[in-house]
């Protein structure tokens, strides 16, 4: 599946905050300093390590924002797969622009290529099931529409975007209303006809009170693989069943051989590690 790119009004505040972060007070006084203004260079994105490319528009992005001479070709667009030592795209033009926009690049297509990356593994390892591996909102503050971007870019789907596109019951809410039938009954008289809502549970003496409820999905949380299999078996289709906790490649196989519908993984925006990703002069 091609995921659309995200809009370009939605990304360059990201971009430009972070180019403004590095370049300070007085600029790029080493590339300045070194590289004549007249000088013009080519140079290359090349893979360290083999993943998933996203992240690219906005690492582009921010060497057009240095200059808006930086030319870029494009070999392997978001959501390629990519051999250690592969050309991602080609960067051309005035030397300036390009060393001065490199790290803020790189920091961008590093970041979102490992999200997507982490994404493809867990995603082949569930391949065959019924299963569909989703992102939480574990976000990085300020980067949440980019790095659930590279969830998509990877084969995921994207959980909540905010509090405000759908009710998730926790724990906490439960004590604070008293009970799990007043906390449910108080987000229904309260929301749109148009809202789902979803119950966290951590028992099946909770999965059963859930069950009478009328709600949309169940939130099965920590639970073993055993008791999620007999939570699916207990809900019948009659609600989405999402695990949650310690979803990653190897463990994801034995949780979507549960018969749940969602892997919700935290781990996929909050712990990633970064794709290995240079910038090769030419």
């Given at each position: 599946m091609t995921v659309p790119p995200l809009p370009?009004?939605?990304i360059e505040p990201l971009v430009r905050a972070a180019l403004l972060e590095d370049l300070g007070r007085a600029g790029d006084i080493t590339t300045d300093a070194i590289v004549p203004s007249h000088?013009?260079?080519?140079?290359?994105?090349?893979?360290?390590?083999?993943?998933t490319v996203a992240g690219l528009d906005c690492a582009l992005?921010?060497?057009?924002?240095?200059?808006?001479?930086?030319?870029?070709?494009?070999?392997?667009?978001?959501?390629?797969?990519?051999?250690?030592?592969e050309t991602i795209a080609t960067i051309s033009g005035p030397t300036r622009g390009i060393l001065t926009g490199e790290r803020v690049a790189l920091n961008f297509l590093c970041h979102l290529s490992g999200i997507a990356s982490m994404a493809a593994a867990v995603v082949r390892s569930i391949a065959g099931?019924?299963?569909?591996?989703?992102?939480?909102?574990?976000?990085?503050?300020?980067?949440?529409?980019?790095?659930?971007?590279?969830?998509?870019v990877g084969g995921g789907f994207n959980h909540r975007f905010g509090l405000d596109d759908g009710v998730l019951i926790k724990d906490n809410h439960i004590a604070a209303a008293g009970s799990l039938e007043e906390a449910v009954a108080r987000a229904r008289a309260a929301i749109g006809h148009l809202v789902k809502i979803e119950l966290e549970v951590d028992t099946m003496a909770q999965l059963e009170k859930a069950l009478a409820l009328r709600l949309d999905a169940v939130l099965l949380d920590n639970m073993s693989n055993d008791e999620m299999r007999r939570a699916v078996a207990m809900v019948a289709g009659r609600l989405v069943t999402e695990a949650s906790?310690?979803?990653?490649?190897?463990?994801?196989?034995?949780?979507?051989?549960?018969?749940?519908?969602?892997?919700?993984?935290?781990?996929?925006?909050?712990?990633?590690?970064?794709l290995d990703i240079g910038l090769d002069w030419r």
């Open positions: 370009t009004i939605m000088a013009r260079g080519r140079t290359a994105l090349v893979a360290r390590q083999p993943g992005l921010a060497f057009r924002l240095i200059d808006p001479e930086v030319k870029a070709e494009v070999a392997r667009p978001d959501g390629s797969t990519v051999a250690k030592g099931t019924r299963a569909r591996l989703v992102c939480t909102r574990k976000t990085t503050p300020g980067l949440r529409a980019v790095q659930k971007y590279a969830v998509r906790g310690g979803i990653t490649p190897a463990s994801a196989p034995a949780i979507a051989a549960t018969g749940v519908d969602l892997l919700s993984s935290g781990a996929l925006t909050h712990s990633v590690t970064a």
